[in-house]
């Protein structure tokens, strides 16, 4: 037989000193199911957007920027809700205590209802007065207000598949929610492509077909959360039941869950809110800016999927070699997944250079509007190369418990460069080029400070005291 294509690409990366067969097997059995995940999940969004463009304009896709800006707030509260909860899942359910590990769960899954739905309501609601802080044109505002109010139910569901998808996690299992996300991505694109081309509904078309298709997905997740197999797989084993719903520590758990993910609900915010200041200052420049730099920025954000999996795969690795005591493997570990992260981002990097215009021509067909977007989308695949390394970088240090660092980095990176460096083109010639060079900023200094971190000796210390408080 001959050599297999995994064996040979593996053969190449170890010859060229990126990282051994046998750590690159082990990252790419961990990485895969999160990267497919990141895909599918990024591409419903970014379809989305490349339709709308196509169909109805510049003045929609700066409408969908000026939405995606409040949607990413609310998504980003859930996924820090769900950090807490893979953290109590896993915990329960490695002490062999499925009933706790499963009422964990159950506690999430009300405390994400609760925290969505005075956000769901507020976007329904007050969608036009919300967008309008972000810009003064008629026909984006437009858009905007109709995208945000429509999406806003699917907010109350994707909560709880966001809380779904970490428990499954939390007990090892990363297909079961690949398959389900992927397969929701797919219903999203089709949805969306009969209501927009079919029906003839735009941007509410894209709107109705994502809250459509989030309702079904998680009505999929809820099937497996009851305790019941997927074609004869995929039930969860911690799943929400009777002797669940009879479980006497619920208050505890409650604020346990609230202890843990506070923090992470608070980084995530803190992360997004950047977007309001950035989009407003491309608002500045007309529709055609903010369009460029939307269409850019999901370009980037879809291209970043690969370090879902890398990060989560140096977060894993990394700290079981802690665990065990081995800090030499782990530092190797943790240089070799970014080595790998770099890599695999100049390869993409490179061909999103190279392909701009036709990227840009994808999502907007006006040709002056594809000229300015076509820069915007050379920075962002610039931008991604650093994204990808940062995100390798954390995870590495994530696995140590190192948590704090990269969030500071990440403010500085956001706060402390770009947003500055965008604002310098409100009072100098430089214009619209200033956030081409904010956004590359974005992504370079926290890039460069963590990696920083993972070449010093301080993680491999914090980790040490961590294993030995028996955390």
């Keep these: 037989m001959g050599v297999r294509p995994f064996d040979r690409l593996a053969g190449v990366l170890d010859r060229a000193g990126v990282i051994d067969t046998r750590r690159f097997r082990e990252t790419f059995d ?11 999940i990024m591409s419903k969004s970014t379809v989305d957007l490349a339709m ?7 003045a929609a896709v700066a409408g969908l920027a000026f939405a995606n800006a409040y949607w990413q707030v609310g998504k980003f509260l859930g996924i820090g809700l769900a950090g ?17 590990a499963s009422a964990a769960v159950a506690v999430s899954l009300v405390v994400t209802l609760l925290i969505a739905s005075p956000i769901a309501l507020l976007y329904a609601t007050a969608a036009p007065e919300l967008v309008a802080v972000l810009g003064s044109e008629a026909d984006p505002l437009r858009h905007a207000a109709t995208y945000l109010a429509l999406v806003a139910p699917a907010l109350l569901f994707e909560f709880p598949n966001l809380i779904a998808s970490r428990t499954y996690a939390g007990v090892g299992d990363t297909v079961t929610p690949m398959l389900i996300r992927a397969g929701g991505a797919l219903m999203n694109i089709a949805f969306s492509a009969v209501l927009i081309f079919g029906y003839g509904l735009g941007v509410a078309g894209a709107a109705i077909g994502t809250s ?3 309702g079904l997905v998680a009505l999929v997740f809820a099937w497996g959360l009851s305790g019941r197999p997927y074609l004869g797989r995929g039930a969860c084993p911690v799943a929400v039941t009777r002797d669940t719903l009879g479980f006497d520590g619920f208050v505890p758990l409650t604020r346990r869950l609230l202890a843990v993910s506070a923090p ?8 997004m809110l950047v977007a309001f200041p950035l989009v407003a200052i491309a608002a500045t420049f007309g529709p055609a800016v903010v369009a460029a730099y939307e269409v850019a920025r999901r370009v980037r954000t879809l291209t970043d999927s690969f370090s879902w999996g890398f990060s989560i ?24 997944i ?20 036709w990227v840009a021509g994808a999502f907007v067909s006006d040709p002056a509007v594809v000229t300015i977007a076509a820069p915007f989308v050379a920075a962002a695949a610039v931008s991604v190369v650093f994204l990808g390394i940062d995100g390798s970088a954390t995870g590495t240090l994530r696995g140590a418990g190192d948590t704090q660092y990269p969030f500071v980095t990440s403010l500085v990176g956001r706060y402390g460069c770009a947003l500055p460096l965008a604002a310098l083109g409100l009072v100098t010639p430089l214009g619209a080029t200033a956030l081409l060079v904010a956004m590359v900023a974005e992504t370079v200094v926290p890039a460069a400070l963590n990696v920083r971190r993972v070449r010093s000796n301080r993680w491999k210390a914090i980790g040490r005291a961590h294993v030995a408080a028996g955390e």
């Design 30 to 40: 961990l990485s895969w199911p999160r990267i497919v995940t990141g895909l599918a």
């Design 52 to 58: 709308v463009g196509w169909d109805v304009g510049t």
């Design 84 to 100: 807490g909860t893979v953290s109590l899942v896993s915990q329960a359910y490695g002490a062999e205590n499925p009933t706790r």
């Design 212 to 214: 459509l298709a989030t």
């Design 264 to 271: 992470l609900m608070a980084r995530r915010t803190a992360e």
């Design 313 to 336: 795969a140096a977060s894993t690795l990394v700290g079981q070699r802690l665990g065990a005591g081995d800090e030499a493997d782990a530092e190797a570990y943790a240089l070799a």
């Design 338 to 357: 970014v080595r790998l992260s770099a890599t695999v981002y100049v390869v993409a990097a490179t061909l999103l250079v190279a392909l701009s215009p």
